[in-house]
């Protein structure tokens, strides 16, 4: 049986086919490198779900579009003249020009094809057909642009090319409950930055859902007691006791990671909790977000924290007292900033997979997210996406733009924290060709983001559903 026969046997009968089927806690290699496997995600997946494919804020005005690509599907997102958002495939129903590339404005109130000159109105309509009395009779319908599900949330604009997509509230449950005191609408970008990776967009998805690599990684995250910029050193095995706690929670579309501490670590090292518990510790974790990671913390957050870090321990955490601080000073500097209870910031901050190509890590101030988009022909590249956003006063809001980088080698600014991980993702995918290696072998705690991202793929692409089971 070919692989092709194979793939369309599985369709038919709810399965997946053994070489794609997935453990327990096992995920076969050939989801990640099969050529065959990004054709399903492209063809059966991508098709039907909920994608964030541009931010709000990129179309302000009337008649400001955004060109959205995954794999060979082109969905343009245009601003209307009442202020709504609709959304269309990006090819003119003539000859299939692309009507748009890129983000812009419309000219002329019309977005206008430049092979020869038809033109469409924001809602779509064909509002202009050169020496139409030349072509055979067709309906205006019949020659505007074909629509596509569009709809927002926490300020991204979301499309579906499916013919009766989900509600897009209901697709992101539990998301919308859990974040909405963040307000993630109300922020903007402070910056943003994009890049092309030799790796499948899975693996570097894998990479920013799970925390478990965090010692590995990022030794200095576990060395806050060195002051805002630890050393990177690798952790001897002995240090790897000290190592966050990220234990994966499992939604029906997405998931989540949290730090956390162990369950059982109880008083381990007292003298070593003791000194975590000290103000300037805390804050040096803080400052070494602002200043190696570039998001996280703003710049407002890492004032507080450098006035933190010449506090004496008292009564009150350090952990409350920052964020006492940096709300303080955010008001007080005129900024519209998030009132929600530990409660509440406890049960939205953390790492989140917005399947199937957004992660969000969410604070009060500020998130740092990323995009992983599927190359169209080849697994094993990747476009990667990277950005932060802030809560701003009035009149501070920068003008950003996308920072295109061409190799993400030749861009110094990803900060020490991200430059780690982007170091290894290349060789992490190009393990995955060795024919030493099966496939992936998943922590039952810490990495089941993972499991759970091909669990909802299958969904999808085979008609099997784990949430059944």
Known sequence: M?????????????KVPPRYACGETFVPK????????????????????WQPACREEEIPDPGRYCEYVIGRQSIMVVRQKDGGIKAFYNACTHRGMK?????????????????HGWRFGFDGRSSFVPSRDEFLSRSREAWSLRPVAV?????????????????????????????????????????????????????VIDAFIEGYHTAGTHPQTLRPTQGPRPSAEPAPPQE?????????????????????????????????????????????????????????????DYRAARQLARMEPGEVPPFVLYHQMCEELALAEGVDYPRMSMQEYFAGNGDWHVF?????????????????????????????????????????VPETRWLEVQR?????GWGELPTQDLRNIDAIHAGMHS???????????????????????????????????
């Open 356 to 396: 199937p190509t957004l992660v969000i890590l969410v604070e009060k101030s500020c998130v740092l997210g990323y995009r992983m988009l599927p190359d169209a022909e080849d697994p094993n590249r990747c476009v990667f996406e990277m950005f932060s956003l802030e809560h701003f006063a009035p009149g501070e």
């Open 30 to 49: 050939g989801r990640y490198i099969d050529p065959e496997f990004l054709q399903l995600e492209l063809d059966r997946l991508f098709t039907q779900v």
């Open 2 to 14: 070919t692989a092709v026969e194979d793939t369309t046997d599985s369709e038919a009968t709810g």
């Open 408 to 412: 993400w080698q030749d861009h110094d």
């Open 240 to 300: 790897y006791v000290y190592a966050p706690y990220t234990p994966t929670t499992a939604y029906r579309n997405h998931s989540r990671f949290i730090y956390t501490a162990r369950p059982d670590s109880g008083d381990r090292d007292s003298a070593r909790k003791a000194q975590a518990a000290r103000p300037e510790v805390f804050a040096n974790s803080m400052q070494y977000n602002y200043l190696e990671v570039g998001s996280l913390v703003t710049e407002r």
């Open 99 to 115: 009507v748009v590339r890129g983000t812009g404005c419309a000219v002329d109130g019309d977005l206008r094809c430049e092979f």
């Open 151 to 203: 709809g927002t949330w926490g300020g991204w604009v979301f499309i579906s090319m499916a013919e009766n997509p989900p509600e897009l509230l209901d697709w992101l449950d539990p998301l919308v409950t859990a974040l909405a005191p963040f307000r993630l609408e109300d922020m903007r970008f402070r910056w943003r930055k994009r890049t092309r990776l030799a790796a499948n967009y899975k693996t």
């Open 435 to 469: 024919r030493g290696f099966d496939g992936l072998w998943l922590n039952t705690a810490q990495e089941m983001s993972i499991r759970n991202q091909h669990a909802i793929a299958d969904r999808f692409i085979f008609g099997v559903d784990d949430h059944d089971a």
